[in-house]
T-cell receptor, first 113, second 118 residues
């Protein structure tokens, strides 16, 4: 089946730095991808919808200037956490798919120290 | 607004017991998809099932079965003869109509932590 990859799988960064997370669709073209955030022992919450060639759509309460999303090609969406703070430490998961199937990436665990 | 309620937070059973995980949803859409995912400690979501709103047939896949009832807005998941490897967090999720097909943004329930003891 189709696969979505994420890189890196784990990242530790210092407070105030920026971190980029990549989400790739390996064998299908994704015009739309989704970014979710999951805090420990909590559910997945949608952050934004990434649209190829256009601006991302952010959910209420998500700061678009802090979580920059770029979807420059049909196989790659990136999420950049700018000026990261410890409260941004979380598990970030992307998803994408076709009209028939949706696939989740393996997730990226971000720890901000 | 869409909502998924998984009232059970933690369930602990002994191996070989049957267990049912409940899911109740709310939506104003007439077309939608319902999903179940398994999240083991590694964190990666494992797809279990997708059901569209027009298909109310129950489904069985090995030890897993699902009961979809639109009348009660429920989509319950039963594991028969549970095994230790079934220990994980299970999420029920609902998609939005305005996204066509299965690639939709999902509203997740809070998840149920299932522990299966030997």
């Amino acid at each position: 089946g189709a696969v979505v990859s994420q890189h890196p799988s784990r990242v530790i960064c210092k407070s105030g730095t920026s971190v980029k997370i990549e989400c790739r669709s390996l064998d299908f073209q994704a015009t739309t991808m989704f970014w979710y955030r999951q805090f420990p022992k909590q559910s997945l919450m949608l952050m934004a919808t990434s649209n190829e060639g256009s601006k991302a759509t952010y959910e209420q309460g998500v700061e678009k200037d802090k979580f920059l999303i770029n979807h420059a090609s049909l196989t790659l969406s990136t999420l950049t956490v700018t000026s990261a703070h410890p409260e941004d430490s979380s598990f970030y998961i992307c998803s994408g798919g076709t009209a028939y199937e949706q696939y989740f990436g393996p997730g990226t665990r971000l720890t901000v120290t | 607004a869409q909502k998924v309620t998984q009232a059970q937070t933690e369930i602990s059973v002994v191996e070989k017991e049957d267990v049912t995980l409940d899911c109740v949803y709310e939506t104003r859409d007439t077309t939608y998809y319902l999903f179940w995912y398994k999240q083991p400690p590694s964190g990666e979501l494992v797809f279990l099932i997708r059901r569209n709103s027009f298909d109310e047939q129950n489904e069985i896949s090995g030890r897993y079965s699902w009961n979809f009832q639109k009348s009660t807005s429920s989509f319950n998941f039963t594991i028969t003869a549970s095994q230790v490897v079934d220990s994980a967090v299970y999420f029920c999720a609902l998609s939005e109509e305005r996204f066509t097909g299965a690639n939709s943004k999902l509203t997740f329930g809070k998840g149920i932590t299932l522990s299966v003891r030997p």
